[in-house]
């Protein structure tokens, strides 16, 4: 019972740390989390572990701390392979495409996205295909390959329709929209932002 008493602290304290994170106040997330990590170590609880160093690693991504988000998105995929969790190594294989991507290393980035389309696709998960597809996109409409990123984005959006997802609908068509701009088709890219606006729109009033 001590040890049930102490893993419920150390998940009350991850969700606290979880509030914090969304309201932007950034250290009591940072102790909460800490808090969370310690009781977690302690029990030798390695899922929990592992879930508090996602989001710990989500925390610090969040304030542009990108070193200290990526040791602990690499900590916590480590303990998600050894414990099999593929559904977790899919969400960290693409949380650390995504630090990747802004630290515009652009050649890990897509290794560890298409990584997580694998793994995602084998998994069932449709929707963290559409995130990870529209993420890769990204990554190729930056490094100039148009045709890539019109490629993968209309695979994230076609995916987004079949599971009606309105908000990565929204995201992915903006998006698509961007490449268009970026290739001076400007009636293309108009047309494509103004739906993503729309479908954003009516994402908010639901």
């Not at 400007?186 to 739906?195: H, I, P």
Request: some cysteine.
């Amino acid at each position: 019972k001590q040890r049930q008493d102490f893993c419920w602290q150390a998940t009350i304290s991850r969700q606290q740390g979880d509030v914090f994170t969304d309201k932007g106040q950034t250290a009591q997330a940072l102790a909460a989390y800490q808090q969370a990590l310690a009781i977690s170590r302690t029990l030798n609880d390695r899922v929990g572990t592992s879930h508090t160093l996602h989001n710990l690693g989500r925390l610090h991504e969040k304030t542009s701390n990108l070193d200290e988000a990526m040791r602990h998105h690499k900590e916590s995929l480590q303990l998600v392979q050894q414990l099999g969790l593929k559904r977790a190594e899919a969400i960290s294989m693409n949380s650390i495409g995504i630090i990747y991507k802004i630290k515009e290393q652009f050649d890990e980035a897509t290794r560890y996205f298409q990584e997580a389309i694998r793994l995602n696709r084998m998994l069932g998960q449709r929707e963290g295909q559409a995130a990870t597809l529209g993420n890769m996109g990204n990554v190729y409409k930056w490094q100039g390959n148009y045709d890539a990123a019109k490629q993968h984005l209309q695979m994230g959006i076609q995916i987004a329709e079949e599971i009606n997802h309105p908000q990565w609908l929204a995201a992915l068509t903006a998006n698509l929209g961007g490449v268009y701009k970026m290739l001076q088709d400007w009636g293309k890219a108009n047309t494509l932002y103004e739906r993503g606006i729309a479908l954003a729109r009516t994402h908010q009033l639901k």
